[in-house]
């Protein structure tokens, strides 16, 4: 969800925060959770495992009509047991289906709303073994990725997240919500549906947004001194903790806490990007962002999963007429949102001027004050 969006439903007090959230699922209560736009763009009833029922479940199935999903760790689908659905996941957002799991014991046929809620128990009961599962059945596990909603901006990630910061196991039961017409619900479908039923709404974008000011995310471990075409710059290697992913800050001239500073964030292929001469081994963005930002009294060039090591960074600037680029097709997104922000007030920043490619969207502001934008 845009922030746009989520500015304009927050204004009618219509979204929870992060703690009434929280509170919801430790009272028992189902809530609505809503992911991105640019996403599955969609809103997903969850209630903490430790909660699930018989008529929860039938609620789900009843007014939810989509597909009934357990969210496990990763830990806990080990000491279950539970393979992946398939070997090579090739689905669009790499949801982590596993295996779909029974009750060995205790049930019929295993469909019912008694029958589903009987098996959550038992897959979430501290100590249960493999054995007391069989498979397939009419529950579908999904496994979050270590890290949660800092690694991947998912409804299974952050149904693990806010029953762990309930204090509950963290394991969540979640069902996609779909209108009567069999079509998806989207944002005025999922604040009738709120009203309807009086449940509380909640963002996996202020979760992530929660978790990044409460946690912290990066390690500073290297500086040194970089040169490059544009001249020498003043590089900072950041750790991330939740992936141990390498973001690297090329900082321009003084940072002043107070004054806006001109910020460029980009994914490079190579930290050689920044370096050479010949524009077929580089990226023109950032070429261009490092010729804006050396134009300035200050500014920083923030090079988002790296995937390499400062160590590789010296070796190549040393030996760069022989090295091969570092392949890297990631991109910043959602998730690395907090990553970014604790890295910009790391430096000493406060309030930015970005730069951004011509036609990209205003979607992050990464916690700072935006002053304004400048197009490249």
Do not use: W
Not at 98 to 109: L, N
Not at 222 to 232: A, C, K, L, N, R
Not at 322 to 338: C, M, V
Request: charged share 20%; proline share 2%; net charge negative.
């Amino acid at each position: 969800m845009s922030n746009s969006s989520i500015a304009n439903i927050q204004k009618y007090g219509v979204i929870s925060s992060v703690d009434d959230i929280i509170d919801e699922l430790k009272s028992g209560r189902m809530i609505i959770l809503i992911d991105e736009e640019d996403r599955e763009n969609e809103g997903d009833l969850l209630i903490a495992a430790d909660f699930v029922s018989s008529e929860s479940i039938n609620f789900m199935i009843t007014h939810a009509r989509g597909l009934v999903c357990l969210t496990l760790t990763e830990d806990h689908c080990q000491k279950l047991g539970l393979s992946m659905m398939t070997e090579n996941n090739s689905s669009r957002y790499g949801t982590n289906f596993t295996q779909s799991i029974e009750a060995a014991k205790g049930i019929g046929t295993g469909i019912s709303a008694s029958d589903r809620a009987h098996t959550i128990k038992v897959a979430t009961d501290n100590n249960v073994t493999p054995e007391d599962l069989v498979q397939p059945g009419h529950i579908f596990p999904v496994r979050s990725v270590k890290g949660g909603v800092l690694s991947r901006a998912g409804h299974t990630e952050a149904g693990c997240d806010l029953t762990r910061m309930a204090g509950l196991n963290p394991a969540a039961v979640i069902c996609e919500i779909i209108n009567k017409d069999g079509s998806m619900a989207r944002l005025p479908d999922l604040l009738e549906f709120s009203k309807e039923f009086n449940l509380k709404i909640g963002t996996i974008s202020s979760l992530i947004q929660y978790r990044s000011e409460k946690e912290t995310l990066i390690d500073m471990y290297s500086s040194f001194i970089i040169s490059t075409m544009y001249g020498d710059l003043k590089a900072f290697c950041y750790r991330d903790v939740i992936n141990s992913s390498i973001h690297i800050a090329l900082v321009h001239g003084n940072i002043e806490l107070y004054k806006d500073t001109l910020v460029s964030i980009q994914t490079p292929s190579s930290i050689l990007d920044v370096m050479r001469v010949d524009d077929n081994f580089g990226l023109l963005t950032i070429n261009k962002a490092l010729e804006r930002i050396v134009q300035s009294s200050s500014g920083v060039l923030l090079l988002i999963n790296s995937h390499i090591s400062c160590d590789d960074v010296l070796r190549s600037i040393n030996e760069f007429n022989k090295t091969k680029p570092f392949l890297d097709n990631s991109k910043y997104n959602l998730a690395t949102h907090g990553v970014i922000s604790q890295i910009l007030c790391n430096i000493g920043i406060s309030s930015i001027r970005l730069i951004k490619e011509k036609n990209s969207p205003n979607k992050f502001d990464f916690g700072l004050s935006v002053s304004g934008y400048e197009f490249i």
